[in-house]
């Protein structure tokens, strides 16, 4: 496995990816070295959120025995058409056992790319998570696209009020603030390595530090120059140093912001 290019601003500040799918096939087989390397570039803290029910033993087991990674639980929308309604009772059993620490309910949400004959089930299934995350106080990771009014709506009219992550978040400012309005913070992905993402990148720009946390979504979402590759959580340095490059505060005021961000939505402080 080839050593991703590190920069060495990243490598001095502690990094938290908020968002990398350690359990994925991709990622899975050789977990170690990915964390490994994830480590050399400056990542400190993992938060692995699931995608469907058959992941949740897995996850609970590799967070239980890895005091640096945290742990989210939830029906993601790609997965829904295999689930239903009734998942949700074994998800608020999992929150109930004293052993399991669960940081966040995630990766939940809505995305209305997908073929039609999904919506009902993922609608259903996003407002009974979105739900219980708010009988365990608990905050939540959002998938969103082409779903943004449909997330507010739910949020809104659940009087939901726990917050979390609006991850792999592309738009404008009013879109952001939509979301920041609410109690939630902005997931800075790969995005913002690219160049033809401008409204993205004048976004984040301008965009209050104190909304944002760092991530990668990996495997998924690779960064410019990456197309086609496996992402890692190694990347998660680039993803900062390209944050650095958009942003006035020095490398070191980000660094601590982003930490702080992400251990106070995910309830670590």
Same mark, same amino acid.
């Given at each position: 496995?080839?050593?991703?290019?590190?920069?060495?601003?990243?490598?001095?500040?502690?990094? *938290?990816?908020?968002?990398?799918?350690?359990?994925? !096939? %991709?990622?899975?087989?050789?977990?170690?070295?990915?964390?490994?390397?994830?480590?050399?570039?400056? +990542?400190?803290?993992?938060?692995?959120?699931? +995608?469907?029910?058959?992941?949740?033993? #897995?996850? &609970?087991?590799?967070?239980?025995?890895?005091?640096? *990674?945290?742990?989210?639980?939830?029906?993601? !929308?790609?997965?829904?058409?295999?689930?239903? $309604?009734?998942?949700?009772?074994?998800?608020?059993?999992?929150?109930?056992?004293? %052993?399991?620490?669960?940081? /966040?309910?995630? %990766?939940?949400?809505?995305?209305?790319? &997908?073929?039609?004959?999904?919506?009902?089930?993922?609608?259903?299934?996003?407002?009974?998570?979105?739900?219980? /995350?708010?009988?365990?106080?608990?905050?939540? =990771?959002?998938?969103? #696209?082409?779903?943004?009014?449909?997330?507010? /709506?739910?949020?809104?009219?659940?009087?939901? @009020?726990?917050?979390? =992550?609006?991850?792999?978040?592309?738009?404008?400012?009013?879109?952001?603030?939509?979301?920041?309005? +609410?109690?939630?913070?902005?997931? =800075?992905?790969?995005?913002?390595?690219?160049?033809?993402?401008?409204?993205? #990148?004048?976004?984040?720009?301008?965009?209050?530090?104190?909304?944002?946390?760092?991530?990668?979504?990996? !495997?998924?979402?690779? $960064? @410019?120059? *990456?197309?086609?590759?496996?992402?890692?959580?190694?990347?998660?340095?680039?993803?900062?140093?390209?944050?650095?490059? &958009?942003?006035? %505060? @020095?490398?070191?005021?980000? /660094?601590?912001?982003?930490?702080?961000?992400? #251990?106070?939505? &995910?309830?670590? @402080?």
């Amino acid at each position: 496995m080839n050593n991703p290019q590190i920069t060495t601003r990243s490598m001095h500040y502690p990094l *938290f990816d908020t968002h990398c799918h350690l359990d994925l !096939p %991709e990622l899975w087989h050789a977990w170690p070295e990915h964390w490994r390397l994830a480590q050399q570039a400056g +990542v400190q803290a993992l938060l692995i959120p699931a +995608v469907a029910k058959e992941n949740w033993p #897995r996850l &609970l087991k590799l967070c239980q025995t890895n005091p640096q *990674f945290y742990l989210a639980l939830g029906i993601h !929308p790609w997965w829904a058409i295999k689930h239903h $309604l009734a998942d949700i009772d074994l998800l608020a059993l999992q929150l109930q056992q004293p %052993e399991v620490s669960v940081q /966040a309910i995630g %990766e939940i949400g809505l995305d209305f790319a &997908l073929n039609a004959d999904s919506f009902v089930i993922q609608q259903q299934l996003f407002a009974a998570q979105l739900a219980l /995350a708010k009988r365990h106080k608990l905050p939540v =990771i959002l998938h969103h #696209r082409k779903s943004q009014p449909a997330l507010l /709506a739910e949020i809104k009219r659940q009087q939901f @009020s726990e917050g979390g =992550i609006l991850h792999a978040f592309s738009g404008s400012q009013q879109q952001a603030h939509a979301f920041i309005d +609410v109690g939630f913070k902005l997931g =800075i992905g790969g995005t913002i390595t690219y160049s033809r993402a401008e409204k993205t #990148r004048n976004a984040v720009s301008k965009l209050p530090l104190s909304a944002l946390v760092l991530e990668t979504d990996a !495997p998924a979402m690779p $960064l @410019s120059g *990456f197309q086609g590759q496996v992402n890692t959580p190694a990347q998660l340095a680039q993803v900062f140093d390209a944050l650095c490059q &958009l942003r006035d %505060e @020095s490398p070191p005021q980000l /660094a601590v912001a982003l930490w702080q961000n992400s #251990r106070q939505v &995910l309830r670590l @402080s």
